[in-house]
C-alpha cells in the first residue's frame, strides 16, 4: 500500500536529491565544445598564449571527473551528518552544497573564471555523495518491506530522469548555445528550493526517531503517515525485534563493521556491486557520449537529437525495473543486467571496429549503446543501492552507506578521468575494458548473492551465515562486539510500552 505521505516523501527526496546527481552526470556534455572554447579564452587573456590541446584534455577531464571528488568528501562526512541530523534534516541541509554550487557555476563564463566552474563541480559532488547515501537511507526506513525494492527503484529512476532533464536542456533550441551553457548549472536551483518548501511538512524515518532517538510518540505517528493506518504497534515492534538492542542503539563504526565477521561477506558484495555499479562504463557513456557518437560516424547535428534517446530509455527501463522488482526480485534482475551488458558492449566493440567498411553499422553502434544503457537500468542502476540498504541492521546502516559511498566515487572518478585515455588507446576495444568488468561482477553475485525480495534482516543474515562461517546466534552477537557482557543481556529486547520515552526492557 502506498500512502499519499510515502509517494510525496520519495518523490521530494528524490527531486531534490538523485535527480540532481543524474542531471549533473550529463549536463557536461552538451555545452563541451563551449566550456573548452571558454577555458582556452580564458587561458589566452591570461597568459597570452592558447592552451595546448593536451592541457585542454586534462582540464575538461579534471572538470568532468572532480564531481566524484566532491562525492567522496560527502560520502565520507554523511554518517555523523545522519546520525545528528536525521535523515531528512540531512536532505534539506544538503541543499545548501546545491545552491552554491549552482550559483558558482552560472557565474563562472560572467566572471571570466574556469576555477569557479571546477569548484562548483566539486561542491555540486558533495551535494551528490550526501544525498546518494542519505536518501536510499531514507526511503529504506519510511518503506514496508514488502515495496522496499520498488521504493527504492525511486532513487534510480529519478537519476534517469536527471540524466534526461540535462539532455533535454542540452539541446540547440534551449540552452545548448555558447552565450546560454551557464543557465544549464543554474537550473540546479529550481529542485533544491522544491525540495526545501515541501519536505519540512513530512515525517523524520521512523526506524530512527525509534531506535536513535527513542521518541516512539514521533515514531509512531511517523509510521502512521507513512503506512496509511492508525494501529501501527505490530510495526513499531517489528522493527525492535530485528534490531535486538538494548536501551540504546549505537551506531558501529566503519573499522567496526570491517571486524564483524557476521557481516563480512554483506561488505564485500556491496564493495563488488558497487564498484562494477560504476566501472561497468555507463558513466563513460554519459560523459563522453557525443565524442562515441561522433566516432561512430553520426553527423554532428544529428547527435544531440540522438543522445535524447539514450535518457528516454535509461528512464523507461528504470520505470520497468521499478515495476517488475518485486515479482522477479533482485537476484535475477542485476545478474541479467551485467550479464545483457557483456553482450553488447562485445558487439559494439565489432560494430566500432568495422563501422567503415558497412555503412548500417553506426545505427547499430547506437543500438547498442542503447540496449547497455537499458541492460543496467534493468537491474544494476539502482538495485545496489537498495541492497546495501538491506543487508545491514539501523545501527550499522550508515557506516555500510559510507563503505558503499567510497567505492562508487572513488570508482566514478576513475572512469570519469582515465576514459578518455583509455579511448585514445584502445580506441574501438576500449570497451571490453567494461565487459570484463561486467562479466566479473556478474560470476561473483551468481555464487554469492542470495534473494533478499520480501526477506526481514534476520532472514538476510541467515542466508548469509553459512558463507561467513558463524551460527545465527553468533551474528546476533557479532553485530554488537562492543556490547557482549552476558547471555540475557544479549537476549534482551525492547517492549512496546514506553512511559514518557524511556523504554522499558523485556527478556525474549
Given at each position: 500500500n502506498w500512502s499519499g505521505s510515502l509517494i510525496v516523501a520519495s518523490l521530494t527526496g528524490a527531486f531534490g536529491s538523485s535527480f540532481l546527481y543524474g542531471y549533473n552526470l550529463s549536463v557536461v556534455n552538451a555545452p563541451a565544445v563551449y566550456i573548452k572554447k571558454f577555458y582556452n579564452e580564458t587561458w589566452e587573456r591570461r597568459y597570452g598564449f592558447s592552451v595546448d590541446e593536451s592541457t585542454l584534455t586534462l582540464l575538461w577531464s579534471i572538470t568532468v571527473s572532480i564531481f566524484a571528488i566532491g562525492g567522496l568528501v560527502g560520502a565520507i562526512i554523511v554518517t555523523p551528518i545522519v546520525k545528528f541530523f536525521g535523515r531528512k534534516c540531512t536532505l534539506l541541509l544538503n541543499n545548501v552544497f546545491a545552491v552554491t554550487a549552482a550559483l558558482l557555476m552560472s557565474l563562472s563564463l560572467l566572471a571570466g573564471s574556469f576555477e569557479m566552474l571546477i569548484l562548483g563541480r566539486i561542491i555540486m559532488g558533495v551535494d551528490a555523495g550526501i544525498s546518494l547515501s542519505a536518501l536510499p537511507m531514507y526511503l529504506s526506513e519510511i518503506s514496508p518491506k514488502e515495496i522496499r525494492g520498488s521504493l527504492g527503484q525511486v532513487t534510480a529512476i529519478f537519476i534517469c530522469i536527471g540524466v534526461f532533464t540535462g539532455q533535454v536542456l542540452g539541446l540547440p533550441e534551449i540552452f545548448g548555445q555558447e552565450s546560454r551553457w551557464p543557465y544549464l548549472f543554474g537550473a540546479i536551483i529550481v529542485p533544491s528550493l522544491i525540495q526545501v518548501v515541501i519536505l519540512p511538512f513530512l515525517p523524520e524515518s521512523p526506524r530512527y526517531l525509534l531506535l536513535e532517538k527513542h521518541n516512539t510518540s514521533k515514531a509512531e505517528k511517523a509510521f502512521q503517515r507513512f503506512i496509511g493506518k492508525d494501529d501501527v504497534s505490530h510495526e513499531i515492534e517489528e522493527v525492535l525485534a530485528e534490531s535486538r538492542i538494548q536501551r540504546n542503539t549505537k551506531l558501529v563504526s566503519i573499522l567496526q563493521l570491517l571486524r564483524t565477521?557476521?557481516?563480512?561477506?554483506?561488505?564485500?558484495?556491496?564493495?563488488?556491486?558497487?564498484?562494477?555499479?560504476q566501472l561497468c562504463g555507463l558513466n563513460a557513456i554519459w560523459y563522453y557520449t557525443n565524442n562515441i557518437f561522433s566516432e561512430a560516424g553520426i553527423k554532428h547535428e544529428t547527435i544531440p537529437y540522438v543522445t535524447l534517446s539514450t535518457g528516454a530509455v535509461e528512464t523507461l527501463a528504470a520505470v520497468f525495473s521499478g515495476l517488475v522488482i518485486e515479482r522477479l526480485g533482485r537476484r535475477p534482475l542485476l545478474i541479467g543486467g551485467f550479464g545483457l551488458?557483456?553482450?553488447?558492449?562485445?558487439?559494439?566493440?565489432?560494430?566500432?571496429?568495422?563501422?567503415?567498411?558497412?555503412?548500417?553499422?553506426?545505427?547499430?553502434?547506437?543500438?547498442?549503446?542503447?540496449?547497455?544503457?537499458?541492460?543496467?537500468?534493468?537491474?544494476?542502476?539502482g538495485i545496489p543501492f537498495v541492497l546495501t540498504g538491506e543487508f545491514f541492521q539501523q545501527s550499522q546502516r550508515p557506516a555500510a552507506f559510507m563503505i558503499a559511498g567510497t567505492v562508487n566515487w572513488l570508482s566514478n572518478f576513475a572512469v570519469g578521468l582515465l576514459f578518455p585515455f583509455i579511448q585514445a588507446g584502445l580506441q574501438t576495444y576500449c570497451f571490453l575494458v567494461f565487459a570484463a568488468i561486467c562479466f566479473a561482477g556478474a560470476t561473483y553475485l551468481f555464487f554469492v548473492l542470495p534473494e533478499t525480495k520480501n526477506k526481514t534482516f534476520h532472514e538476510i543474515s541467515q542466508a548469509f551465515a553459512k558463507r561467513n562461517k558463524v551460527t545465527f546466534e553468533m551474528q546476533e552477537m557479532n553485530h554488537y562486539p562492543e556490547e557482549r557482557k552476558s547471555s540475557s543481556e544479549q537476549e534482551s529486547n525492547f517492549t512496546s510500552s514506553v512511559d514518557n520515552e524511556e523504554t522499558k526492557t523485556g527478556i525474549v
Amino acid at each position: 500500500n502506498w500512502s499519499g505521505s510515502l509517494i510525496v516523501a520519495s518523490l521530494t527526496g528524490a527531486f531534490g536529491s538523485s535527480f540532481l546527481y543524474g542531471y549533473n552526470l550529463s549536463v557536461v556534455n552538451a555545452p563541451a565544445v563551449y566550456i573548452k572554447k571558454f577555458y582556452n579564452e580564458t587561458w589566452e587573456r591570461r597568459y597570452g598564449f592558447s592552451v595546448d590541446e593536451s592541457t585542454l584534455t586534462l582540464l575538461w577531464s579534471i572538470t568532468v571527473s572532480i564531481f566524484a571528488i566532491g562525492g567522496l568528501v560527502g560520502a565520507i562526512i554523511v554518517t555523523p551528518i545522519v546520525k545528528f541530523f536525521g535523515r531528512k534534516c540531512t536532505l534539506l541541509l544538503n541543499n545548501v552544497f546545491a545552491v552554491t554550487a549552482a550559483l558558482l557555476m552560472s557565474l563562472s563564463l560572467l566572471a571570466g573564471s574556469f576555477e569557479m566552474l571546477i569548484l562548483g563541480r566539486i561542491i555540486m559532488g558533495v551535494d551528490a555523495g550526501i544525498s546518494l547515501s542519505a536518501l536510499p537511507m531514507y526511503l529504506s526506513e519510511i518503506s514496508p518491506k514488502e515495496i522496499r525494492g520498488s521504493l527504492g527503484q525511486v532513487t534510480a529512476i529519478f537519476i534517469c530522469i536527471g540524466v534526461f532533464t540535462g539532455q533535454v536542456l542540452g539541446l540547440p533550441e534551449i540552452f545548448g548555445q555558447e552565450s546560454r551553457w551557464p543557465y544549464l548549472f543554474g537550473a540546479i536551483i529550481v529542485p533544491s528550493l522544491i525540495q526545501v518548501v515541501i519536505l519540512p511538512f513530512l515525517p523524520e524515518s521512523p526506524r530512527y526517531l525509534l531506535l536513535e532517538k527513542h521518541n516512539t510518540s514521533k515514531a509512531e505517528k511517523a509510521f502512521q503517515r507513512f503506512i496509511g493506518k492508525d494501529d501501527v504497534s505490530h510495526e513499531i515492534e517489528e522493527v525492535l525485534a530485528e534490531s535486538r538492542i538494548q536501551r540504546n542503539t549505537k551506531l558501529v563504526s566503519i573499522l567496526q563493521l570491517l571486524r564483524t565477521r557476521a557481516v563480512r561477506w554483506q561488505v564485500i558484495t556491496v564493495v563488488v556491486t558497487m564498484g562494477c555499479y560504476q566501472l561497468c562504463g555507463l558513466n563513460a557513456i554519459w560523459y563522453y557520449t557525443n565524442n562515441i557518437f561522433s566516432e561512430a560516424g553520426i553527423k554532428h547535428e544529428t547527435i544531440p537529437y540522438v543522445t535524447l534517446s539514450t535518457g528516454a530509455v535509461e528512464t523507461l527501463a528504470a520505470v520497468f525495473s521499478g515495476l517488475v522488482i518485486e515479482r522477479l526480485g533482485r537476484r535475477p534482475l542485476l545478474i541479467g543486467g551485467f550479464g545483457l551488458m557483456v553482450v553488447f558492449f562485445s558487439v559494439l566493440t565489432v560494430s566500432l571496429t568495422l563501422q567503415k567498411t558497412v555503412h548500417w553499422l553506426p545505427y547499430l553502434s547506437i543500438f547498442c549503446i542503447l540496449a547497455i544503457i537499458a541492460s543496467f537500468c534493468i537491474g544494476p542502476g539502482g538495485i545496489p543501492f537498495v541492497l546495501t540498504g538491506e543487508f545491514f541492521q539501523q545501527s550499522q546502516r550508515p557506516a555500510a552507506f559510507m563503505i558503499a559511498g567510497t567505492v562508487n566515487w572513488l570508482s566514478n572518478f576513475a572512469v570519469g578521468l582515465l576514459f578518455p585515455f583509455i579511448q585514445a588507446g584502445l580506441q574501438t576495444y576500449c570497451f571490453l575494458v567494461f565487459a570484463a568488468i561486467c562479466f566479473a561482477g556478474a560470476t561473483y553475485l551468481f555464487f554469492v548473492l542470495p534473494e533478499t525480495k520480501n526477506k526481514t534482516f534476520h532472514e538476510i543474515s541467515q542466508a548469509f551465515a553459512k558463507r561467513n562461517k558463524v551460527t545465527f546466534e553468533m551474528q546476533e552477537m557479532n553485530h554488537y562486539p562492543e556490547e557482549r557482557k552476558s547471555s540475557s543481556e544479549q537476549e534482551s529486547n525492547f517492549t512496546s510500552s514506553v512511559d514518557n520515552e524511556e523504554t522499558k526492557t523485556g527478556i525474549v
